[in-house]
């Protein structure tokens, strides 16, 4: 098994702003403490020699001749740079990236300072915690990394969990937060986060949406602006699936688990085909979208686990990044790369959705049918169920 990378990301490049130029990017780690004192390679053909090279990328820009380059979405550049921090035995919180360019394009063959071109300023980064093991203590919290206590509490704000300014301090609220996530995790509340704290906070799969478990005043502002007025006759329509998936099983699945829900209180759920666009007529749009690397998820560099889709008003999202089947078998069941979209809890990213409470933000593989308390939820939110039973 490979462990998660530290990266540096340009983010969000956007190609056709460089003009008909295209550029090698070279990228050079340095201790913050002595980053001033950083050597700029003699040559451009000193780059790969020099101690801190760290890796480079290349772009295309070929400007309004490139027809992909003109069309192409903005996207992230990513560099693996773990293996520099371990040779420079530097930690990604002590470390400044410098960065070198070269215009291929140009037969000057020098170096360009990356101001001077449109690419975005990088970021280095990697998994929520660098450290996966190391215990994070209000007791210690004099002696730990504030820069690891700082990560645990966006996570914890990120899903409601904590209520305050992410200032590193492993204070009594932070101290609160984690008991709250230990006991919604159905983990012991000790306040101690510890390597099965941090498993849990990085690969346990989950839906986006703010949980309220916590003691404290957070409200899920998504969910709580969900609004359908007095209808309780909704239709929903589903986007393009993903490919590797029958097109006919995934409509029957969700028809089928969607059903669990109208079955169980007054409001009805019927599916409008619209599959090539997001039809006007339909009160809720289900789709897959890839938001791996978007700023809002915490959890972006942690690999498997994390947001599997969240659900608001008249919208929910299946993160498309994910490999996806219709029904586990012995051998997938074993396995935390695929999600089963036959699980209802695949589709309590549907609570928020048809305004119901938020109550389960785990994927549970082995549930396939909606609890009693799941049921009462519904009744309080829609009233009883209007078939004749």
Request: charged fraction near 30%.
């Amino acid at each position: 098994l490979q462990e998660a990378p530290q990266i540096v990301v340009f983010p969000q490049v956007e190609v056709d702003k460089f003009e008909s130029k295209c550029y090698q990017v070279h990228v050079f780690l340095v201790p913050k403490a002595t980053e001033n004192e950083f050597k700029t390679p003699s040559d451009t053909d000193d780059v790969f020699d020099h101690p801190n090279y760290a890796g480079s990328r290349s772009i295309f820009g070929r400007g309004a001749e490139c027809e992909n380059c003109r069309i192409r979405p903005p996207y992230d550049i990513v560099i693996d740079v773990t293996h520099k921090l371990r040779d420079l035995q530097l930690s990604r919180y002590d470390a400044a990236v410098k960065v070198l360019l070269v215009e291929t394009t140009s037969s000057d063959n020098a170096f360009v300072e990356s101001a001077q071109t449109p690419l975005p300023d990088p970021l280095l980064t990697g998994p929520l915690f660098e450290d996966s093991k190391g215990e994070l203590t209000q007791t210690n919290r004099e002696s730990q990394s504030s820069d690891e206590v700082a990560a645990l509490q966006r996570y914890l704000k990120r899903f409601g969990y904590y209520d305050d300014e992410v200032d590193g301090d492993f204070g009594p609220v932070t101290n609160q937060a984690v008991q709250d996530f230990q006991e919604a995790s159905g983990l012991k509340p000790t306040g101690v986060v510890d390597a099965a704290t941090k498993h849990a906070i990085t690969s346990m799969k989950r839906c986006s949406n703010v949980d309220p478990f916590a003691k404290n005043n957070i409200k899920d502002e998504k969910s709580a602006s969900v609004d359908y007025g007095d209808k309780y006759d909704l239709t929903y329509s589903v986007g393009e699936s993903p490919g590797y998936l029958d097109r006919s099983k995934v409509l029957d699945c969700i028809a089928n688990t969607v059903k669990q829900w109208s079955d169980a209180c007054a409001v009805t759920l019927t599916y409008v085909d619209g599959a090539d666009e997001k039809s006007n007529d339909s009160d809720i749009w289900i789709e897959w979208s890839d938001k791996t690397l978007h700023r809002e998820n915490v959890l972006r560099f942690d690999g498997a686990g994390g947001v599997l889709g969240e659900g608001g008003h008249g919208f929910v999202l299946l993160d498309s990044a994910e490999r996806w089947v219709i029904g586990i078998d012995e051998h997938l069941e074993k396995s935390k790369d695929v999600s089963d979209l036959n699980d209802p809890n695949t589709w309590y990213r549907g609570q928020p959705t048809i305004s119901l409470y938020h109550t389960a933000p785990y994927y549970a593989p082995h549930k396939t049918t909606l609890t009693e308390v799941d049921k009462r939820i519904a009744v309080d939110g829609w009233g009883e169920s209007r078939k004749k039973t």
